[in-house]
């Protein structure tokens, strides 16, 4: 499974970035998926998760109310549209995605919220976004 993050730039606080992933090769329409960051000095962050179907989403307090996870079967991508951005979002943003071996794809949301980076088995490259002041 191959993943490509795009969509990352420079905002000022209290605007909008929408980030996109678009998967390939292997199970990846089965996959589900999250979104991590990981800022200057700070440890790798999971902020929202989505499962398979689409059915179940998981969000950090950090990013509850303004960010919004979704998937396009399709488009085989998943989406994160971030709104009133704030400074404290600036990070390195990486799309990353369970295997459907290792992990059912009956894996919920809530369940992904409470695992860590090093239990996902595919990785976008990071798409930076800053927010200024």
């Known amino acids: 499974v191959q993943l490509q993050a795009s969509g990352g730039g420079l905002v000022q606080a209290g605007g909008s970035l929408r980030l996109s992933c678009a998967a390939s090769?292997?199970?990846?329409?089965?996959?589900?998926m999250s979104w991590f960051r990981q800022a200057p000095g700070k440890e790798w962050a999971l902020i929202s998760a989505i499962s398979w179907s689409g059915g179940s989403t998981y969000y950090a307090d950090s990013v509850k109310g303004r960010f919004a996870i979704s998937r396009d079967k399709e488009q085989n991508t998943v989406y994160l549209q971030m709104n009133r951005l704030e400074p404290e979002d600036t990070a390195v943003y990486f799309c990353?995605?369970?295997?459907?071996?290792?992990?059912?794809?009956?894996?919920?949301?809530?369940?992904?919220?409470?695992?860590?980076?090093?239990?996902?088995?595919?990785w976008g490259q990071g798409t930076q976004v800053t927010v200024s002041s």
């Open positions: 990353a995605a369970l295997d459907t071996v290792r992990h059912s794809p009956g894996t919920t949301a809530q369940t992904m919220g409470s695992m860590s980076s090093a239990e996902y088995d595919y």
């Open positions: 090769g292997g199970s990846s329409r089965r996959n589900a």
